[in-house]
């Protein structure tokens, strides 16, 4: 058994789609909601979750990603609306939502779960819904407050951004947060 890393799979960010995250993030902050915010730096949108992988799976997970893109091309995403998982009665996780090539974003993220799958990584029980983290709730939420958080962030909307490769990132959890470094990134061509 070789050495153990936390990784994962996601699409990178453009500075200015952070930028509009983070003027968001800065006006829920305002509210006083108990959330914890993800650091701009850590916000990506991630396709599927690894674990604790071994070092030497990382060239299995750079080859299904490979292959993963082959039928895609380049796909045009945008931030769009602000929501909450589970949902709003019982609000956990913060997030952005997206729109655009939505459809195609979901196809590519079954195909690259449908190429990990023989590698050991399970498929996830949840259908994917594609989207950006913002915060995580740590405690209650005051119901009135909230609400007015949402209806000023009502027409949340980033610029748009091409989604042109895919990224394998080692999860290092530290005191101040998460540290993402990238393992591996594969380019999405025009197929």
């Known amino acids: 058994m070789g050495k153990k890393i936390r990784a994962f799979i996601a699409i990178s960010v453009p500075e200015p789609v952070l930028e509009a995250i983070a003027k968001a993030q800065d006006r829920l902050r305002r509210s006083g909601l108990d959330i914890r915010w993800v650091r701009k730096e850590g916000i990506h949108l991630t396709l599927k979750f690894l674990g604790n992988i071994d070092v030497q799976d990382a060239k299995q997970v750079r080859a299904a990603m490979e292959l993963a893109v082959e039928p895609f091309s380049p796909f045009t995403l945008r931030g769009e ?11 956990r996780v913060v997030w952005a939502g997206l729109s655009g090539d939505v459809e195609d974003l979901k196809a590519f993220q079954g195909d690259l779960e ?6 050991g990584f399970a498929k ?5 819904k594609g989207h950006l983290t913002l915060g995580r709730v740590k405690g209650h939420l005051d119901r009135t407050r909230l609400s007015e958080a949402m209806e000023a962030l009502e027409a949340f909307q980033t610029e ?4 042109e490769s895919v990224v394998l990132f080692q999860s290092d959890l530290r005191p101040g947060g998460a540290v993402y470094s990238r393992l591996a990134e594969v380019a999405i061509k025009s197929a």
């Open 81 to 91: 609306g602000i929501g909450f998982f589970p949902d709003l009665r019982r609000p």
């Open 160 to 163: 748009s951004f091409t989604a």
């Open 124 to 128: 996830e029980k949840r259908p994917f």
């Open 114 to 119: 449908s190429r990990l799958k023989p590698l």
